[in-house]
């Protein structure tokens, strides 16, 4: 059975910082992986989706990369803003389900 | 853009009441998905369809139920409340055409059994 798991559970930086947000998963048999953002109290929206094939993803100040043998996503978040506190969630695809982690909580402090 | 709509922002239901939850989306997705968030457990998957009619049993079934008569319906039945399901609730959408099968989410239900 699939078992994603993010490290830090919470994460607190000063603005301006680059960070990094880990996520590893069980079963490199995956279709895709996704992040998404979770603001409190909200739904989830996609940030990046790298494809099994794909190394990594980019958008904007946010960077995804995929390692699928050894099972672990990064998300990098470049030049941190206190509009980047939220939730961030990793999720894994092995057909059209998806297996979420539970997240890391994003702080930026200004 | 993909919009995913659920009836209720946040709802109050008595233990025994019979509940229901309505997820909407106006993308001809075949795919639709119900999960339940809770602190410290995450995102837990309890039914999913891939197209009218047709539903599947996710990890955490037991005491729901589900309905898709239409395509961009998909509703989320709860036949007796109780204090256990106090819950966020959240309704995805999908489709395989798009070349990259990712869900959409709606803002939300947050229900509360008293």
């Known amino acids: 059975k699939q078992e994603v798991t993010q490290i830090p559970a919470a994460l607190s930086v000063p603005e301006g910082e680059n960070l990094v947000l880990n996520c590893s998963f069980t079963?490199?048999?995956?279709?895709?992986l996704q992040w998404f953002r979770q603001d409190p109290g909200k739904g989830l929206t996609s940030l990046l989706l790298i494809q099994s094939s794909q190394r990594e993803q980019t958008s904007g100040r946010l960077n995804a990369s995929l390692d699928k043998s050894s099972g672990r996503s990064t998300l990098y978040i470049a030049a941190s803003q206190p509009g980047d506190s939220a939730t961030y969630l990793c999720?894994?695809?092995?057909?059209?389900?998806?297996?979420f982690g539970k997240g890391t909580k994003l702080t930026v402090n200004p | 853009d993909v919009k995913v709509t659920q009836s209720s922002r946040y709802l109050v239901k008595r233990t025994g009441e019979k509940v229901f939850l309505e997820c909407v989306q106006d993308m001809d997705h075949e795919n639709m998905f119900w999960y339940r968030q809770d602190p410290g457990l995450g995102l837990r998957l309890i039914y999913f369809?891939?197209?009218?009619?047709?539903?599947e049993k996710g990890d955490i079934p037991e005491g729901y139920s589900v309905s898709r008569e239409k395509k961009e319906r998909f509703s989320l039945i709860l036949e007796s409340a109780s204090t256990n399901q106090t819950s966020m609730y959240l309704c995805a959408s999908s489709s395989p055409r798009d070349g990259k099968d990712t869900q959409y989410f709606g803002p939300g239900t947050r229900l509360t059994v008293l």
């Open positions: 369809s891939y197209d009218v009619k047709m539903k």
């Open positions: 999720a894994v695809s092995g057909s059209e389900k998806l297996v």
């Open positions: 079963d490199s048999a995956i279709y895709n």
